[in-house]
């Protein structure tokens, strides 16, 4: 017999029809001893919350307030997708009432907001609470994991990840709140898309030491809805050259986030080069995964493979078959639930969602990162890292 887990919706936006559609096809997934069930919803927008009330049977109640779904009785967790404003508060409160939560990145506005979560998190340790990251998820990706893990690559010599699309190269594309201080904040792309690129690095306990940002603004005005235009007040792209101080090495990493790529639907990869092996994984070709294993004296050669449908919860899919975005998020959803039943030691496999200590390292990222792009220096980033 499954634990079914009784989740509520804030924000039912793309995200949350997504979500939705991941527990609809949990069935995709063998082996799993847990399943969502979507109870309740919340959206300011009542049309909103309609399309789950006529798309998900297992739905009872749809809320206009979130504080009225965090009183309802069923709801045990949370999924929120919220502008990046509303952060502070709603999980604040997400995290007072018990529920577990699942939020969108970057948690908070800004640093001030985003340690201000952490301490809720801190008071609460009882409640499970993880950022939305699915790239890693891809069967690629945690191949490189896997590499790492084992110590694969001797001697790092440079690390590159990034998260690329170009939907913003339109400049007829209306302006919405992503480009608006008020309501994403200083950090434009960076808090927007930055976590899914500092997911693994930070993982593999590669935090940066100092940064050098590039930050660019390149459609300055949009369409404003209302036959006029209005300011675009958000960087559109950045790139972060960063240097990596651990105990035995120290390396450069160069971490790029970009709303204007020309080209890129939708891109995460990541590169790592090191003196035994270098590896790269990207979503633009989601089946192949590239490795050069070198021997001193030996060639130097890439190997490219087709990455089979091997992914960290079993599946029904056979490997021939390629994985995509919506298996992604039905991974991380399940890595997600795995932890709330089982606990962190006995979970199914043992990578985790996103932490709010990986999102709270992400901060102190991008704040020194917008120092560093106000001063034209190099700026230190109080990660943790070794000095």
């Known amino acids: 017999m499954k634990k079914v887990i009784r989740f509520g919706l804030i924000g039912c936006g793309l995200m949350g ?8 096809r949990w069935c995709h997934l063998t082996d799993v001893d847990f399943e969502p069930q979507i109870v309740a919803v919340c959206d300011a927008n009542e049309s909103a919350a309609q399309w789950f009330q006529d798309n998900v049977p297992s739905v009872t109640q749809a809320y206009m307030d979130y504080r009225d779904l965090l009183s309802d009785p069923d709801v045990e967790a949370i999924y929120c997708a919220v502008p990046h404003n509303l952060h502070e508060q709603i999980y604040i409160d997400i995290i007072n ?5 699942l939020g969108e990145k970057p948690f ?23 950022s939305s990251s699915e790239f890693p998820f891809f069967p690629g990706a945690q191949q490189i994991v896997k590499w790492v893990n084992e110590g694969r690559f001797g001697r790092i010599i440079e690390v590159e990840a990034g998260f690329w ?32 690129v500092l997911h693994l690095p930070l993982r593999f306990g590669w935090k940066p030491a100092n940064v ?3 930050l660019s603004k390149i459609v300055e005005e949009r369409p404003d809805g209302r036959g006029g235009t209005a300011p675009c007040e958000t960087w559109d ?33 990541i590169r790592i080069q090191g003196t035994a092996f270098s590896a790269e994984f990207t979503t ?38 390629e994985f995509g975005f919506s298996d992604s998020i ?58």
């Open 108 to 130: 908070g506005i800004d640093r001030k907001a985003n340690e201000a979560i952490a301490e809720a998190v801190r008071r609460n340790p009882h409640v499970i609470v993880r």
């Open 212 to 214: 050098r940002a590039l």
């Open 284 to 321: 633009k070709n989601p089946k192949q995964v590239s490795s050069l294993p070198y021997v001193a004296g030996g060639q130097q050669a890439w190997h490219i493979v087709d990455a089979p449908y091997k992914s960290a919860y079993g599946t029904i899919t056979g490997a021939i078959f």
């Open 165 to 196: 699309h170009s939907s913003d190269l339109d400049p007829t594309k209306p302006i919405n709140w992503k480009r608006r201080i008020d309501t994403n904040g200083e950090y434009g792309c960076m808090g927007d898309l930055g976590l899914h």
């Open 97 to 101: 009432a018990g529920k577990h939560l």
């Open 330 to 387: 039905l991974q991380m959803w399940a890595a997600f639930c795995d932890e709330l039943v089982h606990g962190t030691q006995e979970m199914t496999q043992p990578f985790t969602c996103a932490t709010p200590e990986e999102a709270l390292d992400s901060h102190r990222l991008f704040t020194a990162a917008l120092e560093s792009h106000r001063t034209g220096t190099t700026a230190i980033v109080d990660c943790g890292a070794l000095a």
């Open 237 to 269: 792209n950045a790139i972060l050259a960063c240097e990596v101080k651990t105990e035995d090495q120290q390396f450069p990493m160069v971490l790029s986030t970009k709303r204007i790529a020309p080209g890129h639907a939708n891109t995460w990869f």
């Open 17 to 24: 029809r997504e979500f939705a559609s991941a527990a609809a």
